[in-house]
Protein backbone atom coordinates (compact mmCIF):
# COMPACT_ATOMS: atom_id res chain seq x y z
CA UNK A 1 0.00 0.00 0.00
CA UNK A 2 1.04 3.45 -0.95
CA UNK A 3 0.39 5.94 1.63
CA UNK A 4 1.26 9.46 -0.82
CA UNK A 5 -1.82 11.38 -0.34
CA UNK A 6 -2.06 11.43 -4.14
CA UNK A 7 -1.63 7.72 -4.74
CA UNK A 8 -2.67 3.96 -3.69
CA UNK A 9 -1.75 0.62 -4.95
CA UNK A 10 -4.30 -2.53 -5.37
CA UNK A 11 -2.19 -5.67 -4.81
CA UNK A 12 -4.19 -8.02 -6.73
CA UNK A 13 -2.39 -10.63 -9.47
CA UNK A 14 -1.80 -7.87 -11.30
CA UNK A 15 -0.81 -4.39 -9.51
CA UNK A 16 -2.08 -0.99 -10.65
CA UNK A 17 -2.00 2.78 -9.13
CA UNK A 18 -4.74 4.95 -8.61
CA UNK A 19 -3.76 8.03 -9.16
CA UNK A 20 -5.43 10.96 -7.43
CA UNK A 21 -5.13 14.81 -8.72
CA UNK A 22 -7.11 18.14 -9.41
CA UNK A 23 -6.58 19.24 -12.99
CA UNK A 24 -3.54 17.08 -14.59
CA UNK A 25 -5.47 15.26 -17.11
CA UNK A 26 -2.43 16.01 -19.34
CA UNK A 27 0.43 14.02 -16.41
CA UNK A 28 -2.24 11.26 -17.06
CA UNK A 29 -1.81 11.61 -20.55
CA UNK A 30 1.46 11.27 -20.94
CA UNK A 31 1.79 8.70 -18.87
CA UNK A 32 -0.27 6.39 -20.77
CA UNK A 33 1.40 7.57 -24.19
CA UNK A 34 4.90 6.77 -23.01
CA UNK A 35 3.69 3.77 -21.17
CA UNK A 36 2.35 1.92 -23.64
CA UNK A 37 4.40 3.45 -26.67
CA UNK A 38 1.64 4.38 -28.18
CA UNK A 39 0.33 7.36 -30.12
CA UNK A 40 -2.96 6.26 -30.51
CA UNK A 41 -5.95 5.47 -28.14
CA UNK A 42 -9.15 5.47 -27.84
CA UNK A 43 -11.81 7.27 -25.52
CA UNK A 44 -15.04 6.00 -23.92
CA UNK A 45 -16.93 9.04 -22.37
CA UNK A 46 -20.27 9.54 -21.02
CA UNK A 47 -22.01 12.12 -22.40
CA UNK A 48 -22.68 14.86 -19.62
CA UNK A 49 -18.96 14.17 -19.26
CA UNK A 50 -18.57 15.63 -23.19
CA UNK A 51 -20.71 18.10 -22.63
CA UNK A 52 -19.39 19.69 -19.87
CA UNK A 53 -15.35 18.61 -20.35
CA UNK A 54 -15.06 18.09 -23.86
CA UNK A 55 -12.20 21.19 -24.96
CA UNK A 56 -10.38 20.62 -21.47
CA UNK A 57 -10.43 16.67 -22.39
CA UNK A 58 -9.51 17.05 -25.89
CA UNK A 59 -6.78 19.63 -25.52
CA UNK A 60 -4.89 17.27 -22.93
CA UNK A 61 -5.35 14.19 -24.89
CA UNK A 62 -4.06 15.55 -28.23
CA UNK A 63 -0.97 17.12 -27.22
CA UNK A 64 -0.11 12.91 -26.29
CA UNK A 65 -1.87 11.18 -28.46
CA UNK A 66 -1.42 11.66 -32.47
CA UNK A 67 -4.87 9.43 -32.82
CA UNK A 68 -7.61 9.59 -30.73
CA UNK A 69 -11.13 8.75 -31.86
CA UNK A 70 -14.21 9.14 -29.00
CA UNK A 71 -17.57 7.44 -28.57
CA UNK A 72 -19.81 9.00 -26.30
CA UNK A 73 -22.35 6.45 -24.43
CA UNK A 74 -25.79 8.26 -23.82
CA UNK A 75 -26.00 8.76 -19.59
CA UNK A 76 -27.69 6.55 -17.66
CA UNK A 77 -28.05 3.01 -16.38
CA UNK A 78 -29.92 2.06 -19.61
CA UNK A 79 -26.50 2.17 -21.48
CA UNK A 80 -25.08 -0.45 -19.28
CA UNK A 81 -27.21 -3.16 -22.20
CA UNK A 82 -25.56 -5.94 -24.62
CA UNK A 83 -26.92 -3.86 -27.54
CA UNK A 84 -24.49 -0.62 -26.51
CA UNK A 85 -22.03 -3.43 -25.31
CA UNK A 86 -22.15 -4.65 -28.52
CA UNK A 87 -22.16 -1.11 -31.04
CA UNK A 88 -19.34 -0.50 -28.31
CA UNK A 89 -17.20 -3.87 -29.76
CA UNK A 90 -17.89 -3.16 -33.37
CA UNK A 91 -16.46 0.46 -32.87
CA UNK A 92 -13.97 -0.13 -31.35
CA UNK A 93 -12.79 -3.28 -34.30
CA UNK A 94 -13.22 -0.98 -36.88
CA UNK A 95 -10.67 1.95 -35.68
CA UNK A 96 -6.68 1.27 -36.61
CA UNK A 97 -5.58 -0.77 -33.47
CA UNK A 98 -3.34 -3.04 -31.71
CA UNK A 99 -3.59 -5.17 -28.90
CA UNK A 100 -1.91 -2.43 -26.56
CA UNK A 101 -3.82 0.38 -27.95
CA UNK A 102 -5.11 2.23 -24.31
CA UNK A 103 -8.93 2.48 -24.06
CA UNK A 104 -9.40 5.21 -21.78
CA UNK A 105 -12.73 4.81 -20.32
CA UNK A 106 -14.27 7.98 -18.25
CA UNK A 107 -17.31 8.57 -16.79
CA UNK A 108 -19.61 7.43 -13.67
CA UNK A 109 -19.81 3.36 -12.45
CA UNK A 110 -22.71 2.87 -15.69
CA UNK A 111 -19.68 4.10 -18.51
CA UNK A 112 -17.05 2.52 -15.92
CA UNK A 113 -18.75 -1.01 -15.95
CA UNK A 114 -19.28 -1.55 -19.66
CA UNK A 115 -16.21 0.58 -21.02
CA UNK A 116 -14.23 -2.11 -18.53
CA UNK A 117 -16.24 -5.10 -20.47
CA UNK A 118 -15.49 -3.89 -23.65
CA UNK A 119 -11.42 -3.33 -22.83
CA UNK A 120 -11.79 -7.18 -21.57
CA UNK A 121 -13.70 -8.68 -24.38
CA UNK A 122 -12.11 -6.82 -27.91
CA UNK A 123 -8.81 -8.33 -28.76
CA UNK A 124 -9.31 -10.74 -25.70
CA UNK A 125 -8.34 -7.62 -23.69
CA UNK A 126 -7.01 -4.39 -24.23
CA UNK A 127 -5.10 -1.97 -21.42
CA UNK A 128 -8.00 -0.15 -19.32
CA UNK A 129 -7.43 2.98 -18.58
CA UNK A 130 -10.18 3.90 -16.10
CA UNK A 131 -10.76 7.53 -15.41
CA UNK A 132 -13.78 8.39 -12.94
CA UNK A 133 -15.91 11.24 -13.05
CA UNK A 134 -18.05 10.92 -10.14
CA UNK A 135 -17.88 11.01 -6.28
CA UNK A 136 -19.23 6.80 -6.26
CA UNK A 137 -17.14 5.89 -9.21
CA UNK A 138 -13.78 7.92 -7.81
CA UNK A 139 -14.06 6.02 -4.32
CA UNK A 140 -15.72 2.40 -5.68
CA UNK A 141 -16.70 1.06 -8.54
CA UNK A 142 -13.41 1.81 -10.52
CA UNK A 143 -11.23 0.39 -8.35
CA UNK A 144 -11.29 -4.36 -8.22
CA UNK A 145 -11.68 -4.98 -11.38
CA UNK A 146 -15.52 -5.60 -11.78
CA UNK A 147 -16.97 -4.76 -15.22
CA UNK A 148 -20.25 -6.03 -16.57
CA UNK A 149 -23.31 -4.86 -17.67
CA UNK A 150 -27.46 -5.75 -17.07
CA UNK A 151 -29.23 -8.27 -18.59
CA UNK A 152 -33.50 -8.35 -18.35
CA UNK A 153 -32.70 -11.43 -16.11
CA UNK A 154 -30.78 -8.96 -13.92
CA UNK A 155 -28.69 -6.03 -13.12
CA UNK A 156 -24.72 -6.77 -13.26
CA UNK A 157 -25.06 -10.31 -14.58
CA UNK A 158 -22.91 -10.70 -17.59
CA UNK A 159 -19.32 -9.56 -17.02
CA UNK A 160 -16.18 -10.50 -16.13
CA UNK A 161 -13.47 -9.61 -13.57
CA UNK A 162 -10.51 -7.42 -15.51
CA UNK A 163 -8.56 -4.76 -13.66
CA UNK A 164 -7.26 -1.80 -15.70
CA UNK A 165 -3.94 -0.57 -16.10
CA UNK A 166 -3.94 2.83 -13.84
CA UNK A 167 -6.97 4.28 -12.07
CA UNK A 168 -6.81 8.12 -12.60
CA UNK A 169 -9.46 10.40 -10.67
CA UNK A 170 -9.20 14.07 -11.70
CA UNK A 171 -11.14 15.82 -8.92
CA UNK A 172 -11.75 18.47 -11.64
CA UNK A 173 -14.11 16.62 -12.86
CA UNK A 174 -16.52 16.92 -9.94
CA UNK A 175 -17.17 20.69 -10.70
CA UNK A 176 -19.73 19.81 -13.00
CA UNK A 177 -20.94 16.67 -10.58
CA UNK A 178 -25.01 17.02 -10.20
CA UNK A 179 -26.14 17.25 -6.35
CA UNK A 180 -27.84 13.76 -6.33
CA UNK A 181 -24.90 12.11 -7.34
CA UNK A 182 -22.64 13.38 -4.69
CA UNK A 183 -25.19 11.20 -2.26
CA UNK A 184 -24.24 7.88 -3.99
CA UNK A 185 -21.11 8.42 -3.25
CA UNK A 186 -21.70 9.50 0.02
CA UNK A 187 -23.21 6.50 1.05
CA UNK A 188 -20.38 4.07 0.59
CA UNK A 189 -17.77 6.34 1.94
CA UNK A 190 -19.76 6.13 5.56
CA UNK A 191 -20.22 2.36 4.63
CA UNK A 192 -16.52 2.08 4.66
CA UNK A 193 -16.96 4.12 7.98
CA UNK A 194 -18.52 1.38 9.21
CA UNK A 195 -16.71 -1.84 7.89
CA UNK A 196 -13.43 -0.54 8.48
CA UNK A 197 -12.34 3.01 9.44
CA UNK A 198 -14.97 5.48 11.72
CA UNK A 199 -12.31 8.14 11.23
CA UNK A 200 -13.75 9.16 7.80
CA UNK A 201 -16.42 10.29 9.53
CA UNK A 202 -14.82 12.80 10.60
CA UNK A 203 -13.24 14.10 7.74
CA UNK A 204 -16.49 14.00 5.74
CA UNK A 205 -17.94 16.03 8.53
CA UNK A 206 -14.73 18.82 7.55
CA UNK A 207 -15.78 18.51 3.90
CA UNK A 208 -19.76 18.92 4.41
CA UNK A 209 -19.94 22.21 6.05
CA UNK A 210 -21.37 24.39 3.94
CA UNK A 211 -18.55 26.51 2.43
CA UNK A 212 -17.08 23.03 1.72
CA UNK A 213 -19.60 21.09 0.40
CA UNK A 214 -19.14 20.90 -3.29
CA UNK A 215 -15.50 21.93 -3.57
CA UNK A 216 -13.94 18.72 -4.64
CA UNK A 217 -10.57 19.72 -3.26
CA UNK A 218 -11.74 19.20 -0.15
CA UNK A 219 -12.96 15.95 -0.98
CA UNK A 220 -9.40 15.10 -2.13
CA UNK A 221 -8.65 13.22 1.39
CA UNK A 222 -11.81 11.31 1.75
CA UNK A 223 -11.51 10.39 -1.90
CA UNK A 224 -7.88 8.74 -1.14
CA UNK A 225 -9.00 7.60 2.10
CA UNK A 226 -12.13 5.32 0.54
CA UNK A 227 -9.92 4.34 -2.28
CA UNK A 228 -7.26 2.80 0.31
CA UNK A 229 -10.00 0.89 1.82
CA UNK A 230 -11.26 -0.52 -1.17
CA UNK A 231 -8.09 -1.20 -2.34
CA UNK A 232 -7.26 -2.90 0.95
CA UNK A 233 -10.33 -5.55 0.66
CA UNK A 234 -9.51 -5.98 -2.86
CA UNK A 235 -6.30 -6.82 -3.20
CA UNK A 236 -6.96 -9.62 -0.51
CA UNK A 237 -9.98 -11.14 -1.83
CA UNK A 238 -10.08 -10.36 -5.95
CA UNK A 239 -12.89 -12.90 -6.52
CA UNK A 240 -14.98 -12.07 -4.08
CA UNK A 241 -14.86 -14.97 -1.80
CA UNK A 242 -14.04 -13.94 1.42
CA UNK A 243 -13.95 -10.28 3.07
CA UNK A 244 -15.17 -8.83 -0.48
CA UNK A 245 -18.50 -9.79 0.81
CA UNK A 246 -18.13 -6.60 3.77
CA UNK A 247 -18.14 -3.93 0.54
CA UNK A 248 -21.78 -5.16 0.86
CA UNK A 249 -22.70 -3.44 4.20
CA UNK A 250 -26.27 -1.98 3.36
CA UNK A 251 -26.57 -2.99 -0.01
CA UNK A 252 -28.77 -6.34 0.28
CA UNK A 253 -31.60 -4.27 2.16
CA UNK A 254 -30.37 -1.38 -0.14
CA UNK A 255 -31.29 -3.54 -3.13
CA UNK A 256 -34.40 -4.65 -2.42
CA UNK A 257 -35.75 -0.82 -1.43
CA UNK A 258 -34.82 -0.48 -5.26
CA UNK A 259 -36.43 -2.91 -6.53
CA UNK A 260 -39.31 -2.41 -4.95
CA UNK A 261 -40.07 0.71 -5.41
CA UNK A 262 -38.78 0.11 -9.05
CA UNK A 263 -35.45 1.25 -9.85
CA UNK A 264 -35.83 5.55 -10.00
CA UNK A 265 -37.87 6.00 -7.43
CA UNK A 266 -34.94 6.47 -5.10
CA UNK A 267 -30.91 6.67 -5.96
CA UNK A 268 -28.63 4.22 -4.89
CA UNK A 269 -26.92 6.11 -2.36
CA UNK A 270 -30.39 6.65 -0.38
CA UNK A 271 -31.72 3.22 -0.84
CA UNK A 272 -27.70 2.29 0.65
CA UNK A 273 -28.16 4.58 3.07
CA UNK A 274 -31.17 3.48 4.48
CA UNK A 275 -29.84 0.13 4.26
CA UNK A 276 -26.72 0.97 6.29
CA UNK A 277 -29.46 1.96 9.07
CA UNK A 278 -31.38 -1.59 8.53
CA UNK A 279 -28.31 -3.25 9.40
CA UNK A 280 -27.32 -1.19 12.44
CA UNK A 281 -30.30 -2.56 13.64
CA UNK A 282 -30.18 -6.01 12.71
CA UNK A 283 -26.72 -5.77 14.14
CA UNK A 284 -28.70 -4.70 17.49
CA UNK A 285 -31.06 -7.18 17.25
CA UNK A 286 -29.28 -10.47 16.02
CA UNK A 287 -25.86 -9.78 17.43
CA UNK A 288 -26.69 -7.94 20.71
CA UNK A 289 -24.44 -5.11 19.37
CA UNK A 290 -25.35 -1.81 20.03
CA UNK A 291 -23.98 0.70 16.84
CA UNK A 292 -23.54 3.89 17.21
CA UNK A 293 -25.86 5.72 14.46
CA UNK A 294 -25.54 8.72 15.28
CA UNK A 295 -23.60 9.74 11.91
CA UNK A 296 -26.79 8.13 10.18
CA UNK A 297 -29.18 10.59 11.96
CA UNK A 298 -26.88 13.61 11.07
CA UNK A 299 -26.97 13.06 7.74
CA UNK A 300 -30.81 11.97 7.51
CA UNK A 301 -31.55 15.09 8.41
CA UNK A 302 -29.69 16.62 5.74
CA UNK A 303 -30.92 14.56 3.20
CA UNK A 304 -34.08 13.95 3.52
CA UNK A 305 -36.38 10.99 1.77
CA UNK A 306 -39.20 8.90 3.01
CA UNK A 307 -39.71 5.35 2.63
CA UNK A 308 -43.47 5.42 4.04
CA UNK A 309 -44.67 4.39 0.50
CA UNK A 310 -43.29 0.98 1.34
CA UNK A 311 -45.18 0.38 4.62
CA UNK A 312 -47.53 -2.13 3.32
CA UNK A 313 -45.07 -3.85 1.36
CA UNK A 314 -42.76 -5.31 3.97
CA UNK A 315 -43.11 -9.35 2.54
CA UNK A 316 -42.18 -8.06 -0.26
CA UNK A 317 -38.96 -6.46 0.29
CA UNK A 318 -38.39 -9.69 2.25
CA UNK A 319 -39.26 -11.66 -0.80
CA UNK A 320 -36.77 -9.64 -2.65
CA UNK A 321 -33.46 -10.16 -0.37
CA UNK A 322 -34.42 -14.12 -1.18
CA UNK A 323 -33.62 -13.22 -4.70
CA UNK A 324 -30.48 -10.82 -4.10
CA UNK A 325 -27.19 -12.26 -5.91
CA UNK A 326 -25.49 -13.12 -2.67
CA UNK A 327 -28.17 -15.50 -1.43
CA UNK A 328 -26.35 -19.02 -0.19
CA UNK A 329 -28.01 -21.71 0.02
CA UNK A 330 -31.43 -19.92 -0.11
CA UNK A 331 -30.69 -18.22 2.95
CA UNK A 332 -30.43 -14.39 3.02
CA UNK A 333 -26.83 -13.28 3.28
CA UNK A 334 -26.42 -10.29 5.46
CA UNK A 335 -23.12 -8.04 6.20
CA UNK A 336 -23.40 -6.65 10.25
CA UNK A 337 -21.58 -5.30 12.45
CA UNK A 338 -19.77 -6.65 15.93
CA UNK A 339 -18.66 -3.26 16.35
CA UNK A 340 -17.77 -0.23 14.14
CA UNK A 341 -15.04 -1.16 12.27
CA UNK A 342 -15.80 -5.01 12.73
CA UNK A 343 -17.84 -6.62 10.31
CA UNK A 344 -19.08 -9.96 10.07
CA UNK A 345 -21.02 -12.02 7.44
CA UNK A 346 -24.29 -13.68 8.73
CA UNK A 347 -27.12 -15.81 7.82
CA UNK A 348 -30.66 -15.28 8.01
CA UNK A 349 -32.29 -18.70 8.73
CA UNK A 350 -35.51 -17.59 8.99
CA UNK A 351 -36.66 -14.54 6.80
CA UNK A 352 -39.59 -13.47 9.25
CA UNK A 353 -36.95 -11.96 12.10
CA UNK A 354 -36.25 -9.88 9.28
CA UNK A 355 -40.21 -7.80 9.66
CA UNK A 356 -39.54 -5.65 12.65
CA UNK A 357 -35.91 -4.40 11.10
CA UNK A 358 -37.91 -3.39 8.02
CA UNK A 359 -40.75 -1.85 10.15
CA UNK A 360 -38.14 0.14 12.36
CA UNK A 361 -36.23 1.07 9.34
CA UNK A 362 -39.93 2.33 7.69
CA UNK A 363 -40.91 4.30 10.76
CA UNK A 364 -37.56 6.23 10.94
CA UNK A 365 -37.28 7.40 7.58
CA UNK A 366 -40.73 8.90 7.78
N1 LIG B 1 -17.87 -2.17 -10.75
C1 LIG B 1 -18.16 -1.98 -9.47
O1 LIG B 1 -17.46 -2.48 -8.57
C2 LIG B 1 -19.34 -1.13 -9.10
C3 LIG B 1 -19.51 -0.70 -7.77
C4 LIG B 1 -20.58 0.16 -7.48
C5 LIG B 1 -21.44 0.54 -8.49
N2 LIG B 1 -21.26 0.09 -9.76
C6 LIG B 1 -22.15 0.51 -10.84
O2 LIG B 1 -21.99 1.92 -11.00
C7 LIG B 1 -23.17 2.44 -11.59
C8 LIG B 1 -23.53 3.74 -10.91
O3 LIG B 1 -22.46 4.63 -11.08
P1 LIG B 1 -22.64 6.21 -10.86
O4 LIG B 1 -23.34 6.44 -9.59
O5 LIG B 1 -21.31 6.81 -11.08
O6 LIG B 1 -23.69 6.60 -12.00
P2 LIG B 1 -23.59 7.07 -13.52
O7 LIG B 1 -22.40 6.51 -14.19
O8 LIG B 1 -24.91 6.80 -14.13
O9 LIG B 1 -23.39 8.65 -13.39
C9 LIG B 1 -24.38 9.40 -12.76
C10 LIG B 1 -24.84 10.58 -13.60
O10 LIG B 1 -23.84 11.59 -13.56
C11 LIG B 1 -23.47 11.99 -14.88
N3 LIG B 1 -22.07 12.35 -14.74
C12 LIG B 1 -20.99 11.55 -14.56
N4 LIG B 1 -19.91 12.30 -14.29
C13 LIG B 1 -20.29 13.58 -14.31
C14 LIG B 1 -19.61 14.81 -14.11
N5 LIG B 1 -18.33 14.85 -13.76
N6 LIG B 1 -20.32 15.96 -14.24
C15 LIG B 1 -21.65 15.92 -14.55
N7 LIG B 1 -22.35 14.81 -14.73
C16 LIG B 1 -21.67 13.64 -14.61
C17 LIG B 1 -23.81 10.82 -15.75
O11 LIG B 1 -24.09 11.23 -17.07
C18 LIG B 1 -25.06 10.28 -15.07
O12 LIG B 1 -26.17 11.02 -15.49
C19 LIG B 1 -24.23 1.36 -11.50
O13 LIG B 1 -24.44 0.80 -12.77
C20 LIG B 1 -23.61 0.32 -10.57
O14 LIG B 1 -24.03 -0.99 -10.87
C21 LIG B 1 -20.22 -0.73 -10.08
Redesign the pocket.
Not at 46 to 49: Q, T
Not at 140 to 144: F, L, R, T, V, W
Not at 173 to 178: H, R, S
Given at each position: MNNRLNQVRVESKKHYDIMLEHNKLGVLAKVVSQGYNSNRALLIV????HH??RDWVVKNLNNHFNYLSTYVVP???KS?NMTQFGRLLSWVLEQPVERNTPILVM???????LG?FVAASALRGMPLIHI???L??MV?????G???INHTSG??VIGAFYQPEIVFSDTQ??????QK?WM??LS?ILKYGFIKDPDIFSLIDQAFTKENSKNPEKWSEIIHRSAQIKAEIVSEDTLEKGIREYLNFGHTFGHAIENIADYGTFS?GEAVFAGMYAACLASEMFLGNQVDKSILHDYAKHHHFSLQSLRNRIPELISQMQKDKKVKNQHIRLVLLNAIGVPVGFTVEKPDVLKPIWQNTIAYFN
Open positions: DEWVYHSGEKGGGVVGDGPTTLADSSIGKTGKNFLQTLPENGEH
